[in-house]
């Protein structure tokens, strides 16, 4: 059974940063890709950004040059670092995993005021 549980998330003001975690159990983390969906209200979940197991990473359009997506194999952590944050920001945020199948986190909520 994998579980993911999400941390990190917070209200904060527009152009502050923030760190969000995701720690994994279970023995598939290592040979998982992991990311971070988002939804806002009334909105579909997207994508966020995503790191494979080899390193490599994958972004929104929305939020290049903003965010980064980091992962510690041993710690079976992924991180996901938030800066210049937008109000566009807003939403729930999910940690996902996949390997062969999808497993997700519950949700993290973060609030970006303006």
């Known amino acids: 059974q994998v579980q993911l549980v999400e941390s990190g998330g917070g209200l904060v003001q527009a152009g502050g940063s923030l760190r969000l975690s995701c720690a994994a159990s279970?023995?598939?983390?290592?040979?998982?890709?992991m990311g971070w969906y988002r939804q806002a209200p009334g909105k579909q979940r997207e994508l966020v950004g995503r790191?494979?197991?080899?390193?490599?990473?994958n972004f929104a359009d929305s939020v290049k040059g903003r965010f980064t997506i980091s992962r510690d194999n041993a710690k079976n952590t992924v991180y996901l670092q938030m800066n210049s944050l937008k109000p566009e920001d807003t939403g729930v945020y999910y940690c996902?995993?996949?390997?062969?199948?999808?497993?997700w986190g519950q949700g993290t909520q973060v609030t970006v005021s303006s």
């Open positions: 996902y995993a996949f390997l062969s199948t999808t497993y």
């Open positions: 279970g023995s598939i983390f290592s040979s998982s890709t």
């Open positions: 790191i494979t197991s080899g390193g490599s990473i």
